[in-house]
């Protein structure tokens, strides 16, 4: 099985939500990751987990808050998002530490729009 | 500054014929390198890698080749198929450092 999985596949929120997007790999990886992708662009690391523990934060808003509360799950929680956090948010892991030569397997996204 | 450079923006080939995308790097620090495609509101998909160390792989249909000294990389498909059309991302490591992806590459293959 190597496959990330992301729910939900769409959300659109007001200014005001706050809801939660939810990752989930059983590959065994100890690493995990955010992503934000905008239109036409590349993806931009946001967090990575590494063994359950945040090991790095690319200076995110606190607008947005991941969790991994095990091994397999990584939730990232949205409140007060602006219009502009707009995009596809992408999940992804892989089996080293994070901060090594391993390859990154990625979830389908999910799109995200914020009124 | 930006790291890892895919410049040719788009590229079109036919079907059955070869598509090269290319990729340069600045960083003589990355070891690690790999191509991800990507279809509309997809999550990436792992293709291939090349380990630093090595000057080609290949997969099936896909070949990597790395030149170290000129620091550029480059993805062969051969042969083309409508269904390769996609967004390719050129992506670059290096140990105790996160990804760094290209701007991609948009490949259309006509049939």
């Known amino acids: 099985d190597t496959e990330v999985t992301q729910t939900p596949k769409h959300l659109v929120m007001g200014m005001t939500n706050k809801k939660s997007l939810k990752c989930e790999q059983h590959?065994?990886?100890?690493?995990m990751y955010w992503y934000k992708q905008k239109a036409k662009k590349p993806p931009e690391l946001m967090f990575v987990y590494s063994y359950e523990k945040l090991s790095i934060n690319e200076s995110v808003p606190s607008r947005f808050s991941p969790e991994c509360p095990n091994s397999s799950l990584l939730n990232l929680h949205l409140h007060a998002l602006q219009p502009e956090d707009s995009a596809l948010y992408l999940c992804?892991?892989?089996?080293?530490?994070?901060?090594?030569?391993?390859?990154?397997?990625f979830g389908p996204g999910t799109r995200l729009t914020v009124l | 500054d930006q790291q890892v450079k895919q410049n040719s923006p788009s590229l079109s080939v036919q079907e059955g014929r070869i598509s090269i995308l290319n990729c340069d790097y600045t960083n003589s620090m990355f070891d690690y390198f790999l191509w991800y495609k990507k279809y509309p509101a997809e999550g990436p998909t792992f293709l291939i890698s090349?380990?630093?160390?090595?000057d080609k792989n290949e997969d099936g249909r896909f070949t990597v080749f790395l030149n170290k000294s000129a620091k550029h990389l480059s993805l062969h498909i051969v042969p083309s198929q409508p269904g390769d059309s996609a967004v390719y991302f050129c992506a670059a490591i290096s140990l105790g450092q996160n990804f760094v992806f290209g701007p991609g590459t948009r490949l259309s293959v006509l049939p």
């Open positions: 090349i380990s630093s160390i090595k």
């Open positions: 590959m065994g990886h100890r690493a």
């Open positions: 992804a892991s892989s089996q080293g530490t994070g901060m090594g030569t391993d390859t990154q397997y």
